[in-house]
């Protein structure tokens, strides 16, 4: 029978503190409710002591959650302790997650003391949480770098002292997975009481290895692996959630563990933690980058047209992505161009199809991505008179709102309409759906310099959601408004 992997999410601990991915504490509620959702195991839903908003947040999402053990960071100090245990009085399962330095590093430089004091207050902290919840997870900060036979030690002592988890951090990312594997594996075979306790992995991603890393970790023993959405977090960021679960399904058969991770939400979730700490998602990211089921190569086209599992190793559909998508570059193969008319409607035979492909290279090496507006125009069945043009865009904010006048123009017609918004681009977007009256859901929005300087030209990436199936649109200006309005007409009309 398969073990089970309990899911510890940190989103809303260690992923938060990233800069700019501060949440209020509604939308750490509504983050919450989506993990749940999820199935995560274990919800660390802040750091009590570090600010009232952060004690309210724990408060407020323990009142909501049913499922998942709400747990509290807290350093091994008897405040950290009391208000953390104050946080969780209305956690239907409560955890005080509490711990110190167990590296010589962390011992001698940041805590200025010995190990021997170190292994006292450890005892301690561990002691003095048990008289608050039943539930005390300890972590030994820095395991990654500790000397083995003392971390062993500690993790005997914390134990002994009624912990029921103990986290081996791998703080700094610093482990070869071969290395965090062994020591796993020298604490499940050195701790005497090793069986009254999970170990738990908490690893980094400084060196790209985070995920390789905690999975090493669990073959070795270890049975809760820490994670966030995304695999935010501090630094490079930590183990990534949508990860561990795939690779876990993925090799079932080899590893023998399982997760009651519901794989279907992953992306829904995914695209909802984007949005609420506005921490875009890298296109290449495993599993739910932009990337992670396009295919432009004609070869890898070629092989997913005639079977999905020639290039890929999970369904997307699995994982609540709509569908793959074949993108139309220079580098794409006849069975691309061919699959992709057939789409919008011309089926060709081979030597047609020859004669398209030919016109269609020469444009592809002029652009980078051939859309289906130009296979049309192409063909002489241009979309041009149902595809809408900016005209004009005029925009006023004051500090309380923004107001927005669009003008279209389809089919030689002109269209107008004025909209409020929160925000000059939020006005421009109703605005804009005013006119055009597609319910579109706005899934991605960002902004990238091209060069630098205040004058310099934004580029604004947009991806909107339709039928469940996504659209992209680009446009770039000195004027970032008047770009996210190129970008977002420009996805409206590939609808």
Known sequence: MSDKVYIFDTTLRDGEQVPGCQLNTIEKIEVALALEELGVDVLEAGFPISSPGDFNSVVEVSKVI???TICALTRAVQKDIEVAADALKFAKRGRIHTGIGSSDIHIINKLHTTREKILEKAAWATKFARNFVDDVEFFCEDAGRADLAFLAKMVETVIANGATVVNIPDTTGYCLPDQYHEKIKYLMNNVPNIDKAI????CHNDLGMATANSIAGLRAGARQVEVTMN?????????????????????QQELNLYTDINIKKIYPTSRLITRLMRMPVQPNKAIVGRNAFSHSSGIHQDGVLKNRENYEIIDPHDVGVPESLIVLTARSGRAALKHRLEKIGFPMEKEELDEMYTRFLDLADTKKEVYDED????????KDNRIYQLESLEVSSTDKESIANVSLVKNEQRFSSEARGNGPVDAMIKAIDNIVGQQVKLEEYLVQAITGGSNDVGKVHIQVSHDGVFHYGFGSDTNIVLASAK???DALNKI
């Open 66 to 68: 049913t499922n998942p």
């Open 375 to 382: 296979l049309l125009e192409m063909l002489g069945h241009s």
């Open 487 to 489: 970008a977002y007409i």
């Open 199 to 202: 170990l738990s992995c908490h």
């Open 231 to 251: 695999g935010i977090g501090e630094r490079a960021g930590n183990t990534s959630l949508e990860e561990v679960a795939m690779v876990i399904r993925s090799h």
